[in-house]
């Protein structure tokens, strides 16, 4: 039988996504430390288990902000009230006790502990009308108006925005929309600011599309834009980079120079006697290197030559970034090659005609 009339003191750490609370009793003995899943239904049966304990708990917790906001809700729904303890005043405090390792069970005896022997810490105020309040709000962004949307005509919303796996995703947002019933605090303006900043990345992703569409429309109209994508991995958006970065291909005198340009061959550092000494050159374009190492990265994802090369660095011990790398040199080579020939490039090499 618990006495109902022992206070006690619980530490909640909030700080990762999953609250974990310790109750401590007067003598810093732990009674009660568990895992809470930031849902309304976990929040109650925690908060259901710990007031069993006594009538009287004093809460403590390291942040006040969004990730604490519905736990602080539902406190003052039920009539609790929680201090703040700032983390670096918990962080301190646990030198004092024994043990190293920063456990979020740890953290929370700390914080509990921390405030049994302080009590000058501010005392966290939430509306009673935001604990309270069950009316229903406006937007998607709020369990109210999924419900209200309902699963059918929620799929169709998303579908008609081109979502993957819609149905998925509107059944996994009503399931959580299901466990709380509780409005946290501020969740009216998060809503219309969350609302907002959806729609600029959704026009930003507009503008995006609209700015590559340009890309390639322009790049096509180069006289070797179909020799430079003909290169496996080598898309119009890369193919576009190659022709801004290369610049003039005749200031190249042969593939080693492309190369060069690009950081993909390496330079001696030789010292007297020691000769063979080859480092990674500093002075070259980071643009057109990442031109070259990205189209190799492409070009390994399906079957072919440039694959086959590949994981032939592989199996010769190479880690993968020296395995494309190894790739994107012997790419330069082929694709300074096509470009001199002017022709599209061709897994068999061209058969070479009689005089």
Not at 129 to 155: E, I, N, V
Not at 237 to 266: N, R
Not at 327 to 338: D, H, K, Q, T
Request: positive net charge; charged residues 25%.
């Amino acid at each position: 039988m618990s006495n109902r009339r022992v206070r006690l003191w619980a530490g909640v750490d909030a700080g990762k996504g999953h609250p974990w609370a310790a109750v401590v009793d007067e003598t810093g003995a732990t009674l009660w430390s568990k895992k809470i899943d930031n849902d309304e239904t976990a929040i109650l049966t925690a908060l259901g288990e710990i007031l069993d304990l006594t009538d009287e708990v004093s809460w403590a917790v390291d942040i006040s902000g969004t990730s604490s906001a519905l736990l602080l809700a539902l406190l003052t729904a039920h009539g609790q009230q929680a201090v703040y303890v700032p983390g670096r005043t918990a962080n301190r405090m646990s030198g004092a006790y024994r043990g190293e390792a920063e456990t979020d069970a740890r953290d929370a005896y700390v914080i509990a502990e921390t405030a049994r022997h302080r009590r000058d810490f501010t005392t966290i105020g939430v509306p009673a009308q935001l604990a309270a309040d069950l009316a229903l709000l406006t937007g998607y962004q709020t369990p109210a108006a999924l419900h209200r949307r309902g699963r059918a005509r929620l799929t169709a919303w998303l579908a008609h925005r081109s979502v993957r796996g819609a149905d998925t995703v509107a059944a996994t947002a009503l399931e959580a929309a299901d466990a709380q019933h509780t409005v946290p605090p501020g969740e009216e303006v998060a809503t219309q600011l969350v609302a907002d900043l959806a729609a600029q990345i959704l026009d930003l992703d507009d503008r995006l599309k609209r700015v590559d569409k340009q890309i390639r429309e322009t790049f096509r109209s180069h006289p070797q834009a179909e020799t430079i994508e003909s290169l496996p991995g080598m898309g119009p958006i890369l193919g576009a980079e190659f022709v801004v970065t290369a610049g003039d291909l005749t200031a190249y005198a042969d593939a080693g120079h492309l190369a060069s340009a690009a950081g993909l061959v390496p330079v001696p550092r030789d010292s007297g006697r020691r000769t063979g000494n080859l480092h990674r050159p500093k002075r070259y374009s980071r643009r057109l290197r990442r031109v070259f190492y990205m189209s190799a990265q492409t070009s390994i994802i399906r079957d072919g030559p440039n694959r086959d090369f590949y994981l032939k660095k592989r199996g010769e011990g190479c880690k993968h970034a020296q395995a494309v790398i190894a790739l994107a040199r012997r790419r330069a080579g082929v694709l300074w090659a096509v470009l001199r020939d002017d022709r599209v490039f061709a897994s068999a090499p061209p058969v070479a005609q009689a005089a």
